[in-house]
């Protein structure tokens, strides 16, 4: 197995655990089971490929899962947490997996026992999760959160904070930080064509986008509501070990948008993922991307005339949610090949996840500006005009790679490029 790392009382993991008979301390972790250590994930996995360690590859963490499982390592060990919280969520393993091996779920759910178990209880994140939990729920405390951030960014008070979270925050979501524009949807719910799914970076990054694609949608001709009460999609709270946070985010949603057969637009390609793995009512099957709703819409119809065809050259960023959890790496890039003057750059050489990994951008900083870096390189390798990414966390870490970079591309998302496209286009509250 190589080098993996020790428990409390320094014994070495040399080997898969397998069956025990002995009792379980964990439960939740069996599927790990599965793995057969056939290494196939090897070559696929990002942090394995950055540290090169054992115990940050898939099967590596997978038998700390059944160590941790089994009661011969302690959730309180920091190498044990190093490992397991050190994982991007990229999910690449999976899709490869001759096993099966529900690699995502299980990593969720090893993190919820990290945070049950935490190895120095901290008032101060006990706090600050209550408080992002709040934001979550309430979108004024995200206008609250939105405006400080600005504020704070356009003032430069990253220079005033002692280096670490909150300085590499601010200044790493520096260029992506944009007043929330005012959405005027086109329907009520009950008689809308589409719903739309706002997520909880509206107040922050994505209301453009969502302005954006309501623009778009009323270009086809479709009518589009965003129904009220609905909340963010529970992705930072799942995939933190914060289970209980995230199904009372579910049941919110699930309330807010029905059993109806309307489909719900997320523009987020991790929101998408996120409904689409819902557990319970009709939100997971309707849940689908921008992307997928247009390519259907338009497969029925011309709609040629609407776009402007000036020649333009896109450089398509595919983020791990949309290759290796919704499977639709095929819809964006076959979408805009449909469209007037629109040519795709060849993109090669780049890793498998460009590091942003939900909050990975600002906790493991050195890893995920080292993956973004190569990311960014063989994106613009192409000479693009326009860089495309339909994740909103890849998009704020690749813009601040980026920086002042001359020449630099615009890297947008979906919606806003297609806005951008139309013969009379919406007006961006962005200016980018």
């Keep these: ?54 115990g940050d590859s898939p099967r590596g963490r997978l038998t700390l899962m059944q160590g941790l499982a089994q009661g011969r390592l302690a959730p309180e060990s920091e190498r044990l947490r190093g490992h397991l919280e050190g994982c991007l969520g990229c999910r690449s393993c999976e899709a490869v997996c001759p096993a099966r091996v529900p690699f995502g779920a299980l990593i969720d ?21 209550s408080v992002q939990h709040r934001a979550l729920l309430h979108p004024t405390l995200r206008s ?5 951030a600005r504020t704070g960014a356009r003032l430069g008070a990253e220079r005033l904070l002692p280096r670490g979270g909150w300085e590499r ?13 005012r959405l005027r949807p086109t329907a009520r719910p009950d008689e809308a064509d589409v719903l739309l799914f706002t997520g909880c970076m509206d107040r922050f990054f994505t209301g453009p986008d969502l302005d954006a694609a309501l623009h778009v949608l009323e270009a086809l001709g479709l009518r589009a509501a965003i129904p009220q009460r609905q909340v963010c999609c529970g992705a930072l709270d799942q995939h933190t070990g914060h289970r209980a946070a995230a199904q009372a985010l579910q049941t919110r949603n699930l309330e807010a948008f029905g059993d109806g057969d309307q489909p719900v637009i997320a523009l987020d390609s991790g929101c998408e993922a996120t409904l689409r793995e819902y557990p319970e009512g009709t939100l ?32 398509l960023h595919l983020p791990c949610t949309q290759r ?8 964006l890039p076959a979408l805009l090949e449909r469209l007037p003057g629109v040519a795709l750059t060849p993109v090669s050489g780049a890793p498998n996840c460009c590091g942003a990994g939900g909050t990975a951008m600002l906790t493991q900083p050195a890893m995920a500006d080292g993956l973004g ?29 980026a920086g002042d970079q001359a020449d630099m591309p615009a890297i947008l998302s979906p919606a806003r490029f297609l806005a951008r496209r139309l013969k009379n286009p919406a007006h961006d509250p962005a200016g980018r």
Excluded at 19 to 41: E, N, Y
Excluded at 169 to 181: E, K
Excluded at 324 to 331: L, P, Q
């Design 1 to 54: 197995m190589g080098n993996l790392p020790e428990s409390n009382e320094g014994e070495t993991l040399a080997k898969p655990l397998g069956a025990s008979d002995q009792p379980l301390r964990f439960s939740g972790l069996s599927a790990a089971d599965q793995c057969v250590h056939c290494g196939l994930c090897l070559p696929h996995c990002p942090t394995y490929g950055w540290h090169g360690v054992e």
């Design 144 to 148: 609250l959160g939105g405006l400080v």
């Design 324 to 331: 290796n959890v919704t499977r639709e790496a095929r819809e």
């Design 109 to 129: 759910r090893a993190r919820e026992i990290l945070d049950e178990h935490p190895a120095a209880p901290s008032r101060a994140d006990r706090w600050r999760h």
């Design 284 to 315: 997971g099957r309707r849940s689908l991307s921008l992307t997928r709703f247009l390519a259907q819409h338009l497969e029925a119809g011309t709609t040629a005339d609407l776009w402007d065809d000036t020649p333009v050259r896109i450089a």
């Design 373 to 401: 870096t190569e990311t960014l390189q063989a994106l613009c390798d192409g000479t693009p005009d326009v860089i495309i990414s339909p994740n909103v966390g890849c998009s704020v870490h690749l813009r601040a790679l």
């Design 169 to 181: 925050s601010l200044a790493h979501t520096r260029d992506s930080l944009v007043p929330a524009p």
